[in-house]
């Protein structure tokens, strides 16, 4: 086996890991491909004989360019009010599809993905690179032209807005969860308003992500009571429910005439639902729930 040989074998062996640490920088699935096919265009030309640590050398070249994407992100957004929804990852209920461990592994449900979105692209690296890959600042300080001391600091305050965001954890058992979230849609079917309050965290959170061709309908909004009339206002009658796992969470991906139209992520926590997380850009839909779907 010749050297390129050798090196493209150890990439593939880090392509899930490579992949779940672009998702959690980058929050789609499109461009996470995308830094990894990056990443492996530069790896194969710089080569590795002279690299002891590989995995950590792989790591901190995807992140470098997550960390490129974001900025770049950033000037295309400046002067947009779009609000985007990071892409979910979809599996059926009960299976969870082999590419999709890595990215699931620590249990990132949709609506901190959401948090880390809103973080500066220096504070989002530092904080995953650190939180969730366990990379040391001395590592992380090059990537961003920090001191460790001050990259410390950017995964520390990172760290403050993701714990002052106050997202709950879940509650575990995903069957409380799906009971909870069929519930909801009963209520919502039937036009039972107290039925939905009922369901729904006095403080709930629902965000609606209708894609660049409806910016203008995208929305956030907050309160049980109103969050309750827009649940009954969106009861169609002709969508059909497909009961789905979204982030490893309870959710559903809502089909019409065959085809899928709406994801919903729910967080369901002490029996309550506190977030909604709805992407209603139907070719986005189409892209990211076409495996769970068709498995079914």
């Not at 830094?35 to 995995?55: F, H, I, K, P, Y």
Request: with cysteine; hydrophobic share 50%; aromatic share 4%.
């Amino acid at each position: 086996m010749d050297e390129d040989e050798w090196l493209a074998e150890r990439f593939e062996e880090q392509r899930a890991h490579l992949r779940a640490v672009a998702y959690r920088m980058l929050g789609s699935l499109a461009e996470a491909d995308d830094a990894v096919q990056d990443t492996w265009e530069r790896v194969s030309r710089a080569g590795a004989s002279e690299v002891e640590n590989l995995g950590g050398w792989l790591t901190t070249i995807v992140a470098r360019v997550c960390l490129n994407m974001l900025r770049a992100r950033d000037v295309r957004r400046e002067d947009s009010l779009e609000m985007l929804l990071p892409d979910p990852i979809i599996n059926r209920e009960g299976e969870l599809r082999p590419e999709d461990e890595a990215l699931l592994a620590d249990s990132v449900g949709l609506a901190l993905q959401v948090v880390l979105d809103a973080l500066a692209p220096a504070e989002r690296l530092a904080f995953v690179l650190h939180d969730m890959f366990d990379l040391p600042f001395e590592e992380i300080a090059p990537m961003v032209g920090r001191s460790p001391a001050a990259a410390r600091q950017l995964a520390s305050r990172a760290r403050r807005r993701v714990k002052g965001s106050a997202v709950p954890s879940p509650d575990p058992d995903i069957a409380r969860q799906r009971a909870v979230v069929d519930a909801f849609f009963a209520a919502a079917r039937g036009g039972d308003f107290d039925a939905l309050l009922a369901l729904l965290h006095p403080d709930v959170v629902l965000r609606a992500d209708y894609g660049p061709s409806r910016p203008s309908a995208s929305t956030v909004v907050r309160g049980a009571a109103a969050v309750a009339r827009q649940a009954r206002l969106g009861a169609n009658p002709a969508a059909e429910i497909h009961p789905a796992l979204i982030n490893g969470t309870a959710g559903v991906v809502i089909t019409i005439d065959g085809r899928a139209h709406v994801v919903m992520a729910f967080l369901v926590a002490q029996d309550q639902v506190v977030e909604i997380d709805v992407i209603a850009d139907p070719e986005r839909v189409r892209r990211v729930a076409s495996a769970a779907l068709n498995a079914q």
